[in-house]
């Protein structure tokens, strides 16, 4: 692939609502199962971020929230947590903007996003993956936000033995206005790398779409 320019279309740059009632009966309704205790709950409850590249934060409840997309703010409620209100955010699987990419070994990878919006207790930008194995496991890696931005309504795409990330909303802190962020993940190892890139680029842009023509990446 070569990365001279940018190859660039046009392109068009939550909350959980209930009343209480319905809230209550959401909390009591759930069922993690015996492997997730109030301990499991209590351990990883909270969002974060890898502390070293690559992490394994793989863990029965984080594994239970992807597999049976149950509400965080519920299994929060059910175990009988701490508010996100003044404290942390709670860990969710359920996300805006992430992006899913199909290796052809049959892996399934989700890479990071953003539970609800500013404005709610909950709200995190993500950096992490999840692994979605052929035999069923799944595998979620944490990294630290010098190794991987947090990131969402980005691209994803596949070339040869990498996915490119392409874009980023971000926090607004962290945009870097007329720059594109593009990143190189690596399947092998799970190594990301700033992928440096020559030309006009299309700036600081998210929820956009991106397709692999012959060697390069169009962006609509």
């Known amino acids: 692939m070569k990365w001279t320019s940018f190859a660039v279309m046009p392109f068009v740059a939550s909350c959980d609502s209930s009343?209480?009632?319905?809230?209550?009966?959401?909390?009591s309704?759930?069922?993690?199962?015996q492997v997730v205790t109030s301990a499991v709950f209590s351990q990883w409850r909270d969002a974060r971020r890898g502390s070293t590249p690559a992490e394994n934060l793989t863990n029965p409840y984080w594994v239970w929230l992807i597999r049976s997309e149950e509400s965080s703010w519920a299994a929060n409620?059910?175990?009988g947590g701490p508010s996100s209100f003044g404290g942390n955010p709670c860990w969710s699987a359920?996300?805006?903007?992430?992006?899913?990419?199909?290796?052809?070994?049959?892996r399934q990878i989700s890479i990071a996003g953003e539970?609800?919006?500013?404005?709610?207790?909950?709200?995190?930008?993500?950096?992490?993956?999840f692994i979605h194995h052929p035999d069923d496991r799944i595998e979620i890696l944490g990294?630290?936000?010098e190794t991987f931005p947090p990131t969402d309504f980005h691209s994803a795409t596949l070339f040869e033995d990498e996915i490119i990330v392409i874009g980023n909303l971000g926090y607004p802190d962290q945009?870097?206005?007329?720059s594109t962020q593009v990143l190189r993940v690596s399947p092998s190892d799970w190594s990301i790398q700033t992928q440096v890139t020559n030309g006009k680029g299309p700036g600081w842009i998210s929820s956009h779409e991106a397709s692999l023509e012959g060697d390069s990446i169009i962006i609509r």
């Open 19 to 27: 009343d209480s009632t319905d809230s209550s009966a959401m909390a």
């Open 94 to 106: 359920d996300r805006f903007g992430q992006s899913s990419t199909l290796l052809p070994d049959g």
């Open 29 to 33: 309704s759930i069922n993690p199962g």
């Open 143 to 145: 990294f630290p936000i």
């Open 77 to 79: 409620e059910h175990f």
């Open 175 to 178: 945009r870097q206005v007329g």
């Open 115 to 129: 539970h609800e919006d500013h404005y709610d207790p909950d709200f995190f930008i993500y950096n992490d993956i």
